[in-house]
């Protein structure tokens, strides 16, 4: 996927999930930490020549993030704030390399996805997150894969 809006779709997915485990007076500290994520991520100078190790980056901050709704107390204000930060970083960079930093206008509002999520929980629902959770993480190692094998499909291979 060499598209910026899916992958930080995807990201801010994973985090709202995450942020389904925890107590609602976590959401904004976490909320916040992705927007200050994301406006840091646009001052940053980015190249296409960065763009394979901001997609790794991205993956590899999905996966975790979708492994968050496993730990058996959810994440706490600081992991929280950790990882909504590097969510935004991720989010942000991947967006602008791979076709704008308007995309991040459809992505972060996806870790709104936190309240139903959290209702889910709270209704004894939270096997649906941690499903959908558990989707995610695979589509995340299987995206790192695919960018570590030497012919992905959107490289050139031998036959060309």
């Known amino acids: 996927m060499r598209d910026g809006l899916l992958p930080s779709a995807m990201l801010c997915v994973a985090l709202a999930l995450a942020l ?17 994520g994301c406006a840091a991520a646009l001052l940053l100078p980015v190249t296409p020549d960065h763009a394979d190790a901001i997609f790794l980056g991205c993956w590899v901050s999905t996966v975790v993030l979708a492994g968050c709704v496993h730990l058996p107390r959810g994440m706490n204000r600081a992991t929280a704030v950790v990882l909504g930060l590097n969510a935004g970083v991720w989010a942000c960079l991947v967006a602008r390399v791979g076709g ?11 870790v709104l996805l936190c309240v139903p999520a959290r209702w889910l929980v709270l209704t004894g629902r939270g096997i649906a997150l941690k499903v959908a959770a558990s989707w995610l993480l695979a589509i995340g190692v299987m995206e790192m894969i695919l960018m570590l094998t030497p012919t992905p499909g959107y490289k050139p291979d031998h036959m060309e």
């Open 100 to 110: 704008g930093a308007a995309n991040l206008l459809v992505a972060v509002p996806l």
């Open 20 to 36: 389904g485990f925890v107590p609602t007076r976590i959401w904004g500290i976490a909320v916040a930490a992705l927007l200050f």
